[in-house]
């Protein structure tokens, strides 16, 4: 099973800055079965990346997804108060999905 | 609307079972693949079985697999999960999931809680 690691814990920064989120794998993955969401207290995952770096529907395109092999990333450019939330990675790999630990999100 | 509604969390006992049902509107159920995937409270995302389109494939867990049966019913537009013999490490949010043509879970129900205590 491919394990996914996601640094840091926990972000903290301010509104408008940017923020730099890492996600690397026990061994390479498929870019292709690379996402992130996003998820609000209380609320479900939102899937905000798919395929290392296309955005979903309705994402605003301050979310941007890189990488390749076993180290991927998710940029916000500039956070918006909305943008505060905890952020999770996912794979595919011999046919089992597996999530990253998540990195929080956090004002400063 | 393109939606997933989850029904059937409840407080049951160790060792009990329970059945979890997500129903699907707005799109061609039919046609996707289904994932359900869990969180315990405080904690992250755990995948926990995927169901092809006509129901006849599914795949497990392994924390979950002789446990757990994951089925669908395409005519009533209804995903379920049969879970047996639970355990205290069980209990969490279940969501229902939609599987994309682009290999990520695009739509997901709000989840329902399932308590295992005694």
């Known amino acids: 099973e491919i394990v996914l690691t996601q640094s840091p814990g926990t972000l903290s920064l301010s509104p408008g800055e940017r923020a730099t989120l890492s996600c690397r794998a026990s061994?390479?993955?498929?870019?292709?079965?690379l996402a992130w969401y996003q998820q609000k207290p209380g609320q479900a995952p939102r899937l905000l990346i798919y395929?290392?770096?296309s955005r979903a529907t309705g994402i605003p395109d301050r979310f941007s997804g890189s990488g390749s092999g076993a180290d991927f990333t998710l940029t916000i450019s500039r956070l918006e108060p909305e943008d505060f939330a905890v952020y999770y990675c996912?794979?595919?790999?011999?046919?089992?999905?597996?999530f990253g630990q998540g990195t929080k999100v956090e004002i400063k | 609307d393109v939606q997933l509604v989850e029904s059937g969390g409840a407080l049951v006992q160790p060792g009990g079972s329970l059945r979890l049902s997500c129903a699907a509107s707005?799109?061609?159920?039919?046609?996707?693949?289904m994932h359900w995937v869990r969180q315990a409270p405080g904690k992250g995302l755990v995948w926990v079985s995927r169901?092809?389109?006509?129901?006849?494939?599914?795949i497990y867990a392994d924390s979950v697999k002789g446990r757990f049966t994951t089925s669908r019913d395409n005519a009533k537009n209804t995903l379920y999960l049969q879970m047996n013999s639970l355990r205290a490490e069980d209990m969490a949010v279940y969501y229902c999931?939609?599987?994309?043509?682009?290999?990520?879970?695009?739509?997901w129900g709000q989840g329902t809680m399932v308590t295992v205590s005694s």
């Open positions: 999931a939609r599987g994309s043509m682009v290999h990520a879970f695009d739509i």
């Open positions: 707005g799109f061609t159920f039919s046609s996707y693949w």
């Open positions: 169901i092809n389109s006509d129901g006849r494939d599914t």
């Open positions: 061994q390479s993955v498929s870019s292709t079965y």
């Open positions: 395929g290392a770096s």
């Open positions: 996912q794979q595919l790999g011999s046919s089992l999905w597996t």
